[in-house]
Each structure stands twice: as C-alpha cells, then as structure tokens.
C-alpha cells in the first residue's frame, strides 16, 4: 500500500513538472519586425518559421491601425506573391472580442499576423478579452505569432507605451534618462522576460530602451531596427533583417537622484546583432 501511495505521489509531481515544463515552453515562434519596409525576404523568412501547411491559414490583426483595410490590403497584396495559403483579416471591436467562432478562428490559425499603429489602441481591444486568450494559446499550441511595429510592442509583458510620464506631450523618443518616466502597460504577455522596442536605430530609441531597463532591471531589452526582425524560440533569439538589434540587460549599480528624476548606473550589458546571430534570453 505504501509502495502504491508513493508510486501515485512520483507520477503526479512528475505530470506536474512536465505541465510546467510545457507551460514556460510554448511549441510556437515569434518573428517580431521592427517596423519600416518588409522586403519579400523577410517575409519569406515569416512564412518558413511558420511551416504552414496546405489547409493552414493566416489571420491578420489590424486593431493597432487607424486604417485597418489598408493595413490589410497592404499585407496581402504582398503575401499573396508569396503563399498561397488563404489570408483573413479579423478587425475585432469590443462586441465581436466575445464571439467564439471568430476567437476560435485566431487561436487555430497557423500565422497569426498583428500590423503596425498604435500599440495601446490594440490593447485597448483585446485586453481582458477572448482574443488575447486565443493568441496565447495559439502560440502555446504551436503557432507562429507575427508584428511589425506597434504589433511588434504588443509581444511583451510590459508594454512600452511610447508615453512619458514626466512629459506631457508625445515625441516618438525620449530626450533623456530618467527613472518613474516610462510609461508601460500590459501587453500580450508572450514575452516574459524581454521588453521591446521598434524603429530603434531609424528613431534613436536608446533613451528609452534604458529608461524601460531602469524601471525593470531583470528584464532584457531589445531595440529592433526598421527592416529588422528578431525570430524567438522559447529563449533562444536569431536576428533576420536588412540592419541591427541592439540588447541591453543586467544594469549594475543604479542609483537615483531626487534631483529631477536623474539616475546612474555604474554598469551594463550591451550588444549588437546581425542578420543569423543568436543570443539567448533568461
């Protein structure tokens, strides 16, 4: 009876690290673009990393844009060139986030494709909604979760805004450093232990790259340029693209000032990426 008891006790710790295990490991990719041109190769490299096969699909997402059609439009005609595989704009609002079939029809999609715009406007749809849910677990269950711009923000836990705080009007970048500036939200959630940024190098984004840094030092952030894309398996990175990733983490010694928000920091990691470098993530 006792061998029972602890032979039941193994196989339920070990289904549960397993569920674990799995749970921090999704079967699916991301290819995050920073922005900018897409060129045909960079798609191409989108639709490889997806292994679609002939009765898959892809959905794009257009919330984050002021012109959802022409976002579409403006994918399509591309991809169209390159895949015969059936593409589906789903332009959710706030009443069709809780329709099944269309929250259904995301989670099955193979390549599930966010545009650029804003990233707080696409939030604003799906937080707290069915959408998000089915994006998770289409990219737990093996999908390939696509953005370029603001859809490149959304991948992240903590979601960079492109707001500041100690700033009232918005000016795309940030004109120095300094600590309780940043304004974040919750993104999608997919990264965990990364915050990204876009058009980094085009819009010199460095500010506030390492202002996010600051505010969460345990995190890795990541700078993708325009034309830029880094592609993520669990926690290993490969950069595709036409420019550079710029990768700041493990700030030493940071110490802040009451003085106007100033702040120091005595140390920290910085490095550049090419098209087929990899670098890992915690």
């Known amino acids: ?164 705080k100690l700033q009232k009007e918005y000016t795309g970048t940030f004109s120095s450093i300094r600590y309780d500036n940043l304004e974040t939200s919750e993104g999608l959630g997919l990264l965990k232990t990364a915050v990204i940024d876009q058009h980094f190098l085009k819009r010199n984004r460095y500010n506030r790259l390492l202002s996010a840094l600051i505010e969460f030092p345990a995190l890795t952030g990541i700078g993708i340029d325009e034309a830029t894309a880094i592609i993520v398996r669990n926690n290993q990175i490969e950069v595709a693209g036409e420019s550079e990733v710029i990768v700041v983490k493990n700030p030493k010694g940071i110490l802040k000032s009451k003085k106007d928000n100033l702040v120091s920091v005595e140390k920290l990691k910085m490095s550049i990426y090419t098209a087929g470098q990899k670098f890992n993530i915690k």
């Open 1 to 164: 009876m006792k061998n029972q008891f602890i032979f039941k006790t193994f196989t339920f710790l070990v289904f549960l690290v397993t569920s674990l295990v799995h749970a921090q490991n999704p079967k699916g990719k991301l290819f995050i673009i920073g922005g900018g041109d897409r060129s045909d190769e960079l798609m191409k490299q989108v639709l490889n990393t997806a292994e679609l096969s002939k009765k898959d699909y892809i959905v794009v997402l257009p919330m984050s844009s002021e012109e959802p059609d022409s976002s579409f439009i403006f994918f399509k005609t591309q991809m169209v060139k390159l895949t015969t595989n059936p593409i589906v704009m789903l332009n959710f609002n706030k009443e069709t986030a809780q329709n099944k079939k269309l929250t259904d029809s995301v989670q099955n999609a193979k390549l599930i494709f966010i545009s650029g715009g804003d990233q707080t406007r696409f939030m604003s749809v799906v937080h707290n909604t069915p959408i998000k849910t089915a994006i998770q677990k289409a990219y737990q269950n093996g999908s390939t979760i696509s953005g370029t711009s603001a859809g490149a923000a959304v991948m992240s836990e903590k979601m960079i805004t492109g707001n500041q």
